[in-house]
């Protein structure tokens, strides 16, 4: 449920400051880039979605944290401490490091 929230949230920014395109930064690898995307394109067909992880060089976290050390963009993760958080109304999600291969237990 939070996914659809979220994005709702974001084409609502979207309208009003008058922006033709709306990003997220789901993986690639697991539904919440469709759940994002399928309420983008529900809310406005005519957004534009930018995927990083898709769309450019990013082929993993650690990827990520060097194109932000890279252009200054502040964020709560380094490559001692991987993980990253989504804490919502309904749970707490961890991401990261070896939880990202399914063939660990």
């Not at 449920?1 to 994005?7: D, E, L, T």
Request: glycine fraction near 6%.
């Amino acid at each position: 449920m939070a996914r659809p929230v979220i994005a709702k949230a974001m084409v609502d920014v979207a309208k009003e400051v008058g922006a033709d395109a709306v990003a997220h930064g789901c993986t690639g690898k697991g539904n919440d880039q469709v759940r994002f995307e399928l309420t983008f394109y529900a809310l406005n067909p005519e957004l534009k979605v930018v995927a990083p992880w898709r769309e450019w060089d990013i082929t993993g976290r650690e990827d990520a944290i060097e194109y932000a050390k890279k252009h200054n963009v502040p964020i709560p993760v380094s490559k001692k401490s991987i993980y990253s958080r989504d804490r919502n109304l309904w749970h707490l999600s961890h991401e990261g490091d070896i939880l990202e291969d399914p063939a660990n237990e």
